[in-house]
């Protein structure tokens, strides 16, 4: 759904808005909230930052729940 050709990209970056800000990825929300409102010229640029910064998040979220499993293992 990232892609510019396909016509849905505004409501697949809206979601990813939305699901950022639920897990305080703010960087990620932010990316978002300026692809929204892009024009359709840039638009293959500014999705290329959604899924830059997607990719980042999505790291950090993997980071977090491997520190929770080894805090596990450690109790």
């Known amino acids: 759904m990232l892609e510019p050709r396909i016509e849905g990209w505004r409501d697949a970056v809206h979601t990813i ?3 950022a ?8 929300s932010e990316v978002c909230e300026d692809a929204e409102v ?4 840039v638009a293959s640029v500014v999705l290329d930052r959604v899924r ?6 999505l790291a950090d979220v993997a980071a977090w ?3 929770l499993m080894l805090r ?3 109790a």
Not at 21 to 28: K, Y
Not at 38 to 41: I, K, T, W
Not at 52 to 57: M, Q, V
Request: hydrophobic share 45%; proline share 0%; no cysteine.
């Open 17 to 19: 808005r939305g699901a």
């Open 21 to 28: 800000l639920g897990i305080g990825a703010h960087a990620l």
């Open 38 to 41: 892009a024009d359709q010229a």
């Open 52 to 57: 830059f910064s997607l990719d980042e998040a």
């Open 65 to 67: 729940r491997h520190e």
């Open 72 to 74: 596990g293992l450690r």
